[in-house]
């Protein structure tokens, strides 16, 4: 739907003018010949902008937006004067103190003119497009981030850049292995770790500050389907079993080949950082942010911190003890290997995200063959 710019003049002459102007912009333009034809048409539709003149019998312009500054619709609506009689400061003063955005004498000067109203319409199409994008979130799983301030502008341009490269790796390697792969349906899925760019802009009603929208729609198509773990052992008070922690944890691992692989370090490994979809399997981290692309191979410490990070995670949600590793005793579990392993990685035994992953589904798929587990809870 266009956008509607409501003019109001009680001269015909002046409206069809007015129109030759607009001309040039993609909306559509609706008259009103007085102020009281003005109120009622503004009641029924929504307008970008309303141009209105001065001076007109009855209701006059100042009348006219002191009373669509009472009314719920026309509040904010961006107003500008025209005036061939009211120039002087006072009534330009007076037209702002009674919420007009703007003063134009007559006669109108055109481009000066169609300036003021394609900054409103841009305005405008801003947001009707953070509109539709709310709703949208409400019924998907979209994540709308905006900077603090134009000044930060540059953190969400840069979480940007890191999951547009991230996304572009992982389109690369899975065209790779779909060349070598020896089984039809399987796939890397490294693309289920991170959320997808869905628009990124800066947004001028926002004062200059750019908005993000990502997207985990490839992990799950309802918002209520996701949650972060904290919400396991916080908010629903319970814990993981053993073999539930081995599909969260192992998927973790994964993440930590890839992303190292990359030179990327996810640092953000919270506990309200990490989602889970407890019906699919699957694990992702929201908020890049904090990530960094290193310009040279990560050392052995930086990538043991990270294994240790999600490693704590994970303990914690099994009820254990995140600083060595101890988690309580359960039937799933005949021997300690498992426990063994977790020991292990909670010290900071590993350095290498493939050789922990490899490890860790050795050990696993020892002990519990099944390879898929229902999430349960104690």
Request: negative net charge; hydrophobic residues 40%; proline residues 4%.
């Amino acid at each position: 739907m266009k956008p509607k710019i409501l003019i109001v003049d009680d001269l015909l002459e002046n409206l069809i003018s007015l129109e030759a102007i607009l001309d040039d912009f993609d909306c559509d333009i609706v008259r009103a010949f007085s102020g009281e034809e003005a109120l009622k048409i503004s009641l029924k539709d929504d307008f970008a902008l309303a141009i209105l003149d001065v001076q007109m019998p009855g209701m006059n312009g100042y009348e006219t937006l002191e009373m669509m500054r009472q009314r719920k619709r026309t509040k904010y609506l961006p107003v500008i004067f025209v005036s061939a009689i009211h120039q002087s400061d006072l009534n330009i003063i007076k037209g702002i103190e009674t919420g007009a955005v703007d003063f134009i004498p007559k006669p109108i000067i055109p481009d000066i003119l169609k300036g003021k109203v394609q900054v409103f319409l841009d305005l405008y199409l801003q947001r009707k497009k953070l509109d539709m994008l709310l709703a949208e979130m409400e019924e998907t799983n979209l994540n709308l981030k905006i900077a603090k301030s134009k000044a930060e502008n540059g953190t969400l341009e840069k979480e940007e850049y890191i999951l547009k490269t991230l996304k572009e790796i992982s389109d690369n390697l899975e065209n790779e292995y779909v060349k070598k792969r020896t089984r039809p349906d399987s796939k890397l899925n490294n693309h289920f770790f991170f959320p997808e760019i869905v628009d990124s802009f800066v947004c001028k009603e926002q004062q200059n500050r750019r908005v993000l929208i990502l997207g985990l729609t490839s992990i799950s198509k309802q918002p209520s389907d996701l949650a972060p773990i904290s919400f396991i052992t916080k908010r629903d008070m319970v814990r993981i079993d053993p073999k539930t922690s081995v599909w969260i944890l192992g998927k973790l691992l994964k993440m930590l080949v890839f992303t190292h692989d990359q030179n990327v370090l996810v640092r953000d490994l919270s506990e309200n950082n990490i989602l889970v979809n407890k019906a699919q399997h699957y694990v992702s981290v929201l908020n890049w942010g904090d990530a960094l692309i290193l310009n040279r191979e990560l050392e052995q410490k930086e990538c043991s911190i990270e294994i240790v990070g999600v490693t704590k995670e994970v303990v914690k949600l099994l009820g254990g003890n995140p600083f060595t590793g101890e988690i309580p005793a359960d039937e799933q579990m005949e021997d300690s290997r498992y426990q063994d392993l977790l020991i292990k990685l909670i010290r900071g035994e590993y350095y290498d995200a493939y050789l922990a992953h490899f490890d860790f589904y050795e050990i696993a798929r020892s002990i519990w063959p099944s390879k898929f587990h229902p999430y349960t809870t104690k």
